[in-house]
């Protein structure tokens, strides 16, 4: 079948991110969605530092509709939200799956993501990046503190 340009169908993409309704004064929420490159994470990075100036603001930055990340941006998308919680408002990242977490573990950035991922729960110990087939000899929740 030839295709002809006036039969091609319009792709429509979805934006990249998008501000969610506020949950309450000072508190912003920021949806990522599908593929992320390093021109989409600087966007989101200008849209934080114009948007949360203010060191009262919160931003929660929801990656659970992000399928890909390029992990080669991921160390400078990291360090620049950590500046930003230094200077100004409070940045959490929150909803990440586990192979967008295991992307920031790959790229060198998995000790800022420590530092960025809000742990609602309260969990005492940071998340474990293990290589590719040594999870299923790992639990997740690690060794066993039982005397047997």
């Known amino acids: 079948m030839i295709a002809y340009p ?24 920021l949806r990522l969605f599908g593929r992320l490159g390093a021109n989409e994470l600087g966007r989101v990075l200008e849209t934080i530092a114009r948007t949360a100036r203010s060191p009262r603001d919160l931003v929660l930055v929801d990656l659970a509709e992000v399928r890909h990340i390029d992990y080669r941006a991921l ?9 930003q919680q230094e200077r100004g408002a409070c940045v959490w990242l929150l909803g990440m799956s586990d192979y967008v977490r295991s992307l920031f573990g790959v790229s060198g950035a998995g000790m800022l993501l420590r530092r960025l991922e809000w742990n609602p729960g ?7 990046f293990f290589p590719p087939g040594l999870s299923r000899y790992v639990s997740a929740t690690g060794p066993s503190r039982e005397r047997v």
């Open 122 to 128: 309260g969990e005492t110990e940071p998340r474990r």
């Open 75 to 83: 160390p400078g998308f990291a360090a620049t939200l950590l500046r």
């Open 6 to 29: 006036h039969q091609a169908r319009a792709v429509v993409e979805r934006p990249a991110f998008q501000w969610d309704a506020t949950r309450g004064p000072g508190v912003l929420s």
